[in-house]
């Protein structure tokens, strides 16, 4: 078989969760220990569009939301270890395309992710801090859930035994 008639690569993990619960820390952890590639689709967004912040204040959020399917979509055909922003799961199509996949759900409670969340990186909560995540996660922990097919809190863990666990399930799920 050529490289041409190589099935397109899926994803071997995709992470989501809500902002601040260490979807980009723990990808890369588990990228370290799999030897797969890793890809987080908000970093694309930046290095492509400059930052997120930005994308907001400039062009809204609807223009933000079109540029991360994108980037979505891309990386889930790339294969490896992918770690979605936390609202790129609003998205129907790309509800679809998890609903197949090996999805960890990256959770935290709102104790530890208190500073996690400073700064302006995260426009959705620059104005309400915990209170705001609270909401944000309250609002999307259904589509949360019915995507995942595990959870992993790292509140009170430390990440490298956090990737280690999902590491050790990601290959039980591939028996």
């Known amino acids: 078989m050529t490289a041409e008639q190589a099935a397109p690569a899926v994803p071997a993990l995709v992470l989501i969760g809500p902002p601040g619960a260490g979807k980009t820390k723990l990808g890369k952890r588990v990228s370290a220990l799999t030897g797969l590639p890793f890809t987080d689709t908000d970093k694309r967004i930046v290095a492509l569009h400059g930052p997120i912040a930005e994308i907001f204040a400039e062009h809204g959020e609807s223009h933000f939301r079109s540029l991360e399917r994108e980037q979505v979509a891309l990386a889930l055909a790339g294969g490896g270890i992918v770690s979605l922003g936390g ?5 129907p199509r790309t509800q679809a395309d998890l609903e197949s996949l090996p999805v960890a759900l990256i959770t935290v409670s709102a104790k530890a992710v208190a500073p996690r969340i400073t700064g302006a990186k995260r426009p959705l909560l620059a104005a309400g801090g915990v209170a705001a995540w609270e909401t944000l996660v309250e609002q999307r922990r259904h589509l949360y859930e019915r995507l995942a097919s595990a959870t992993f809190d790292t509140s009170d863990i430390p ?17």
């Open 87 to 91: 609202g790129a799961v609003l998205d």
């Open 159 to 175: 990440m490298d035994r956090v990737a280690q666990q999902i590491t050790t399930w990601l290959e039980g799920f591939a028996r």
